[in-house]
């Protein structure tokens, strides 16, 4: 990386929109139907983000888990409690994920022109706008 502390990356956009904030990345699946919908933390014992609040940060993911049901269920409940994430990004897209960001007007992308996990960690800044199709990283100090 140069002396920049601000990258742009090239994505797919899912679902359009533009959002912000501290990323917090699982190289596990998540399934959001073992989130605490009113604060955001991940319930899920021994899941890597277990007592971390995705609630309004940016989340760096492998893929979703469990069925259409429980993954809609679970982001609309965050949705109700205003504890969704800001934005999600998708190592591995599948039609679950994809369905359940729909119902929830939640952003999100995959397909980084770099992997997430190795160009983002967690507390850096990062803005998605899945209208242009970039990802932005302000990587934390």
Known sequence: MANNSVIKY???????????????????PMCFYLCDPDTGMVIEENHPLFGKSIAGKVLVLQSGKGSSVVQVDGLYQ?????????????????????SAAVVVNVVLVDKMEKDPFEVIQDGDYVEVDANREIVTVNKKK
């Open 78 to 98: 965050l949705m109700s409690k205003k504890n969704l994430p800001a934005a999600i990004i998708a190592r591995e897209i599948e039609p679950v994920l994809v």
């Open 10 to 28: 090239r994505c797919r956009s899912i679902v359009r929109g533009i959002a912000s904030g501290e990323a917090v990345l699982s190289k596990e």
